[in-house]
């Protein structure tokens, strides 16, 4: 079966320090990967999605970026943090080659401080 | 341009009663749709899906909702509420002829449920 990690469950970090959070997807090839992020009330917020190794797409800017160094791994990443970049990291996962349902990690709780 | 929309930000019910979550969107066509559950800390959990015929879907943990065209509404219902539905519900879409894999999210109904 598919199964999604990502870590780390929580971070804090002081602002202007660097971010890596990490994605893999198990049990499936050539996934679609999403990153999302969510603030109280307001929702999920698409950040970059992937249909394939080395194709990133930007749906928000900011100072963030994602790469997609192999098929099942989706990095979110950022040079220096800014107060604002607090909040809750969901990556998620669907199946290749057309619509099906998103999968999504358990999240990473980011306090930039 | 395109949205989703849950007017409801929260909703208190008493258990056993009835649920209803609605869910509106603005696309030219039909888009895919779907309801998502999330826990206090944890990621979504996928309720149920519709992408085509049977305008009533069924999930799971008892849920259904109704796709209707003419109100571009994407309702979720529950017969009889159990305290452990109360979580927070998110309704998505995604566009089939946008060309792309997106998924768009509403900014979701809290659901808190009485004893």
């Known amino acids: 079966s598919q199964t999604i990690h990502q870590w780390p469950a929580t971070l804090v970090q002081p602002v202007g320090s660097p971010l890596s959070l990490e994605c893999t997807v198990e049990?499936?090839?050539?996934?679609?990967l999403y990153w999302y992020r969510q603030a109280a009330g307001r929702g999920l917020q698409l950040l970059f999605y992937?249909?394939?190794?080395?194709?990133i797409s930007s749906e928000v800017p900011q100072n963030l970026s994602a790469s997609r160094p192999q098929d099942r791994q989706f990095i979110l990443s950022s040079k220096k943090l800014l107060l604002s970049d607090s909040g809750f990291y969901l990556c998620?996962?669907?199946?290749?080659?057309?619509?099906?349902?998103?999968?999504f990690g358990n999240g990473t709780r980011l306090t930039v401080t | 341009a395109q949205s989703v929309t849950q007017p409801d930000i929260h909703i208190t019910v008493s258990e056993g009663a009835s649920l209803e979550l609605r869910c509106n969107y603005s696309?030219?066509?039909?888009?895919?749709l779907f309801w998502y559950v999330q826990s206090p800390g944890q990621g979504l959990q996928l309720l149920l899906k519709?992408?085509?015929?049977?305008?009533l879907v069924q999930g799971i943990k008892g849920f259904e909702a109704e796709f209707k065209r003419s109100q571009s509404s994407f309702n979720l219902r529950k017969p009889s509420v159990h305290w452990s539905d109360a979580a927070e519900y998110f309704c998505?879409?995604?566009?089939?002829?946008?060309?792309?894999?997106?998924?768009?999210f509403g900014t979701g109904t809290r659901l808190k449920v009485l004893a």
């Open positions: 696309y030219g066509a039909t888009p895919y």
């Open positions: 992937s249909v394939g190794i080395g194709q």
């Open positions: 998620a996962w669907a199946g290749g080659g057309g619509w099906s349902p998103l999968h």
């Open positions: 519709y992408f085509s015929g049977d305008t």
């Open positions: 998505a879409v995604g566009d089939p002829t946008s060309g792309t894999y997106k998924y768009i």
């Open positions: 049990g499936t090839s050539n996934p679609n």
